[in-house]
């Protein structure tokens, strides 16, 4: 987990809404998708663990200080310090959680505090009704990635790409996170320039694939989860869309298998757009290592689509992260390396 104390520190100072951009010139049909409400001061939000566990209570009480640093109110799932195995309790439990939130009218948006591996598991037994009826956002990002598409494949409301409840809420982070969920605003998402911030200059460096420009909605999260999705019912159609993905500890023959098996199974041919953000880690470190590097791989996989494709936006497994809305409208410029929404994410 990041410093949850570096947390609240960043929260504590409010900062200005993102701005909000032109309207759009250029927008690739989409399925209609419903818009949750958005966050207000004193909501109270529920706090889910649908995958990996927590099971100290000290982290917890930092994860709910940070919630009450955004101004919100947390309410604890009631199986949130369980543990079973690797997961935060048996797959009924956390998907009854999950269901209790969505069944809660007092509960504004569900927040997973963190992800790690599960939520897969409990797709099977999630009320699809009980929460397509009441829309709330939610906030998460890694496996939290396998409810993202599940929710946009049978719920139809938008849901929040972005930190968990326990990530390190950088300023980077609460700016976007607020401009999107708060303010309902039409963010363009563009990596930071000239900062003294050596680790954001690292990660967000930009490399066009493929230039140009292309609209559509956003859809992906995680590679790895994502990939695992495939030929279940829990996938929404991807035709048209921009495919945002990212991943971490993975090697650079796997991410090519990953793709590959995107490629076979018909969805990169959907496409009208894929970003790829940050892959934390994502190196064979061997010795005696000679193959193809992250970038190749993503050009000789991405370039060839004919698609507007770029790599670098911070998205996925880094300290300060966007924010993404799933299911809305944006529109990417893969030169300048840009996201830029066509609509807002919350009414």
Request: hydrophobic content about 45%; charged content about 20%.
């Amino acid at each position: 987990m990041h410093d949850r104390r570096t947390a609240i520190t960043g929260l504590a100072a409010l900062a200005a809404a993102l701005a909000l951009p032109l309207h759009a010139t250029r927008a690739a049909s989409s399925p209609t998708v419903r818009k949750p409400p958005r966050l207000r001061p004193g909501d109270t939000v529920g706090l889910i663990e649908p995958a990996g566990f927590t099971d100290d209570a000290f982290d917890l009480a930092l994860v709910m200080e940070a919630i009450v640093a955004m101004g919100l109110v947390p309410k604890p799932a009631p199986h949130l310090l369980a543990r079973y195995g690797y997961l935060a309790g048996k797959d009924r439990d956390r998907a009854a959680d999950v269901n209790a939130m969505y069944a809660d009218d007092k509960v504004r948006a569900v927040f997973a505090v963190r992800g790690g591996w599960g939520c897969a598991r409990i797709l099977p037994f999630l009320d699809f009704d009980l929460i397509r009826a009441n829309p709330k956002l939610l906030i998460g990002f890694s496996d939290i990635t396998a409810l993202h598409m599940a929710f946009a494949a049978k719920a139809g409301f938008t849901t929040i790409h972005g930190p968990n409840a326990a990530s390190s809420w950088g300023k980077l982070s609460w700016d976007s996170f607020r401009g999107v969920a708060f303010d309902g605003a039409m963010p363009v998402y563009s990596n930071p320039q000239g900062t003294d911030d050596r680790l954001v200059q690292r990660a967000g460096r930009i490399r066009t694939f493929r230039p140009g420009k292309a609209s559509g909605r956003l859809l992906g999260g995680n590679l790895t989860v994502l990939t695992a999705l495939m030929g279940t019912p829990y996938l929404p159609d991807f035709s048209g869309a921009i495919l945002f993905i990212e991943d971490t500890d993975e090697a650079e023959y796997r991410i090519d298998r990953m793709l590959t098996q995107l490629a076979l199974g018909g969805v990169l041919g959907k496409l009208a757009g894929v970003v790829f953000g940050q892959c934390t880690d994502c190196r064979n470190t061997g010795p005696s290592y000679s193959g193809f590097t992250l970038s190749e791989v993503l050009q000789q996989q991405l370039a060839p689509l004919g698609i507007p494709a770029f790599q670098g936006a911070l998205i996925g497994h880094v300290a300060n992260q966007f924010s993404i809305p799933v299911g809305v409208r944006a529109e990417i410029d893969a030169t300048s390396g840009t996201i830029r929404m066509i609509e807002p994410a919350v009414v």
